[in-house]
């Protein structure tokens, strides 16, 4: 089909050094502009981001520092993009939460005045999410081709979301799933070990996801500025961060945790204390052992000491 357009529509896909917006970089843009008469223009850039990549985003996406070493800073890029999109409207996949402000982002960023007000958006994500709901009404819909009577009493949706399960074991059985990193498996199996594995897709430590696991199974925190840092990082560098976790609005549960990590942290340090006062102890040197002294009887007074002493004193 088709798209039957009045102007240009831009659907883009940005690369980056992470996800939040106002921190992180672009690493890579691409561009296909869809023209009213059906044609289509592509502008693909890599773009030196000015800061590392982060080895878990560049697992993600295969762009490495190495990658981007020699490539042209956004700056250098900015006109060349804002004049390729021109005066079209803006399309992509989660575009509105993640491309389009990362995008604008790093426009204003570099002082180039892009101008939104007149574009249209079109997300394709949101498409197929109110399309395809990812309810549990839906869900028992389509896997188990029936209808929830009472839905949303606590019975009736706990039934459902098993028989749900179920038919999604019979379902998967066999399917291949492949996930970001191009790993292929069969995750969909009987067994509560793999499902959890499976649906615990951000690895979360505590629930609420503000500390997750790396790829290395560290305790990660993963918001605001010490984003992508271990936690036992930020300690090294800024101990006074679990005094402010610990006051500030965060879940009991997130910060039983951080307890737990804290007091290994400060086990770790104290030991390495130690061993570093032990190194730093003065060793004793060999020396001969003293011979033991003599014990002499003492000399028996006699006349002329007697008069020495007379002598001496006066007396």
Known sequence: MKLNLKRPLAFFDLEATGVNVG????????????????????????????????????????????????????DQLAKEIAEFIGDADLA????????IPML????????????????????????FHQMEQR???AA?????????????????????TYEVLLAQLDKYKDQEFEDK?????????????????????????????RMIYNENGEETINFGKHKGKTVEQVFDVEPSYYAWMKQGDFPLYTKKKLDEIWNR?????????????????PKPQNQAPRPPKENKPAAPVTNDMLEQLKMKFGK
């Open 23 to 74: 921190a992180d970089r672009i690493v890579e843009i691409a561009i296909l502009k869809a023209m009213p008469d059906g044609s289509e223009q592509i502008l693909t850039k890599r773009v030196h981001p000015g800061m590392p990549i982060p080895l878990a985003s560049s697992l993600i996406h295969g762009i490495y520092d190495e990658d981007i070493q020699n490539e042209p800073t956004f």
């Open 92 to 99: 992509g996949y989660n575009s509105n939460k993640f491309d």
């Open 104 to 127: 604008v982002e790093e426009f204003l960023r570099v002082g180039v005045d892009f101008d939104m007000s007149n574009r249209k958006f079109v997300d394709v994500q949101n498409i």
């Open 135 to 137: 309810t549990l009404k």
């Open 140 to 160: 028992y819909k389509f896997y188990c081709n029936k209808d929830i009577i009472n839905a949303h009493s606590a019975e009736a949706d706990i039934k459902a």
């Open 181 to 209: 990193q191009g790993h292929k498996s069969k995750p969909v199996q009987n067994d509560v070990e793999a499902l959890h594995l499976f649906t615990n897709i951000n690895k979360p430590v505590d629930f609420a996801g």
């Open 265 to 281: 942290w400060s086990k770790k340090k104290e030991e390495q204390k130690q061993a570093r006062q032990q190194n730093q102890a």
